[in-house]
């Protein structure tokens, strides 16, 4: 073969290849790298969605920095984040750790606690909804928490959970908490099974414990898996929106608002698309800092 | 001797009876909820608040029916199935080409492209909605099933490209350059031996993104605003907007939303373990 038609098939050769991850270059590059650059671009303008652009450099993200409902709703989804790293984690290695050994309905167990997350955030969120609803007809709360408190024997503790803003964002936090634990707990009892058995017997033989087998040999092994949890529980919760959307509507502003619903209202309800653009570059770095934090953390983990 | 067996026995199953009563408690906690909208969804407005037997005593589907009829519930379940398949497909063919690629075929830039994908995947992107509804208003997608369809096969695209790369990565080299000795183009090899060898990791690709396109509701609240494109989640939260106070028809319909998605979970649950547990722990 001359040189010169070996350098045309090299050719012919590679964009034939070329041509495989050619509708996944092209869909990426339209949907994802696009709206990514147009996101940062977006940021420094002042735009209502149409009209002209008036380009102000830093000034979104100058106002963004003194805007009280926006560091409030970073400070909710906080919360809800905390709840579910602690109440919602500790529960799931709990499960995990009974699920953990040979016991009857073990598989029913496990097909069960993963109904929640298979469910939608809607479905959930409305079913919630109702179960908290706090009206009365025809003699009767409407919905099923209320009414159980009432014919129960607690009609003072009967209470409009959802409307209030003392238990509005405990009570989403918990919703997120009973749709989510199933994840985690999936996660930790697959974490779980790969422990290598002979340890636990070498630490019995030792004379160690049930605790002090759990802190010596199931925790430090389940670190790594622990810790990964951790990161999408964080990832996750963070930006929780559609749950809080379909149980209380955009109802209580800078009580139940999170970042995602601050951007979603910026650009739906005022039309301030750069300005939701800055909400969205800060918060996205925000969520990057943090899991690349733990995301070292949980290399450390694993090299120990 | 025999009364140290007798407490040893007994406190194995205090500590199994006390195991047993906490994994019930939660099983239950999980599971009545979903029991008591498909209760509600089988009674009608009149009995909803008198009967309080866990099973009515009189079992209505008058609900299902309207829902399905007059709350235009069978065009959102409709277009639900239509958005999943076609979604579906379209990831399971797209990410496969480009992993086969990125296993496999040589050309330049390929390692740039696959790191970026992987990179996609590492960095979340909260709100990048605002930038995707300009886009899609410029190419005038708004209100289209197409451009619904694209923007939800990119949302799947890099997780199912990486977990079908590590799979091909597997295959061995035996079985290909046998292939291609007996004449068959790379497409083939594509179509006749790693889409067969790479089965257990479609599955769990079809249907995690399965779950994910029939859950989704951003996308489908800012770029449909027709009624006769609508999936279920907007369309369920369209209904509970219009008819909020109706209960067992908005139970109907979220019981069309959660049930499918419960079966398909139900037949398939070994590929949701599987892919969830192989992602962090294997």
Known sequence: MSPK????????????????????????????????????????????????????????????????????SIAHAGYITLIA?????????????????????????????????????????????????????????????????????????????????KTALTTIAIVNSWKGFGWGFIIMLAGLQTIDKQLYEAARIDGAGAWKTFTHVTVPMMLPVLLVVVILTILGC?????????????????????????????????????????????????????????KKLSDKAKQA | MNGKMNRYVFRKMARSTLTHTFL??????CLFPIFWMVRCALMTNQTVFVDEGLIPHHLD???????????????????????????VTGIVIISSLAAFAFSRLDFPGKNVIFYMFVAAMMIPLPGSFVPLFVLMTKLHLVNTRLG????????????????LKTFFDKMPHELEDAARIDGCSKIGIWWHMALPFARPAIAVIVIFNALN????????????????????QRGLMVFQGANGTNYPVLMAGLTMAAIPIIMVYLFMQKYIVKGLSGEVVG
């Open chain 1, 5 to 72: 038609s070996r350098g045309a098939s090299v050719l012919k050769n590679n964009l034939q290849n070329f041509s495989f991850v050619l509708p996944a270059v092209v869909i990426f590059c339209i949907f994802y790298i696009y709206p990514f650059y147009k996101m940062i671009n977006l940021s420094f303008y002042q735009w209502r969605g149409i009209g002209p652009m008036h380009f102000i450099g830093l000034e979104n993200y100058k106002e963004l920095m003194t805007d009280h409902l926006w560091w409030n």
């Open chain 1, 85 to 165: 790293l602690t109440f919602q984690n500790a529960l799931a290695f709990a499960l995990a750790l009974a699920c953990d050994r040979e016991i009857r309905l073990k598989r029913f167990y496990r097909v069960v606690f993963f109904i929640p997350p298979v469910l939608s955030e809607v479905v959930v969120g409305l079913i919630w909804n109702w179960i908290l609803n706090p009206e009365m007809q025809n003699g009767h709360y409407i919905g099923l928490l209320n009414n159980f408190l009432y014919t129960s024997g607690f009609p003072q503790l009967v209470h409009d959970w959802l409307a209030d803003p």
């Open chain 1, 238 to 294: 963070m930006q929780v929106f559609v749950l809080i959307l379909a149980m209380v509507n955009e109802g209580l502003v800078n009580y139940t608002d999170v970042p995602v619903t601050r951007i979603f209202s910026a650009m739906q309800n005022t039309n301030q698309f750069g300005y939701a653009c800055a909400e969205a570059v800060i918060f996205g770095m925000i969520l990057v800092c943090v899991s690349f934090i733990l």
């Open chain 2, 24 to 29: 019930m408690g939660v099983a239950i906690t």
């Open chain 2, 61 to 87: 589907f008058g609900n299902f029916a309207r829902a399905w009829t007059e709350g235009n519930f069978a065009v959102f379940f409709l277009n639900s199935v239509v958005y999943t398949t076609c979604v």
């Open chain 2, 148 to 163: 619904y369809i694209l923007c939800m096969i990119n949302v799947g695209l890099s997780l199912s490209i990486l977990i």
């Open chain 2, 213 to 232: 396109v029939w859950n989704e509701y951003i996308l489908a609240f800012l770029l449909l605003d027709n009624s006769n494109l609508m999936p279920l």
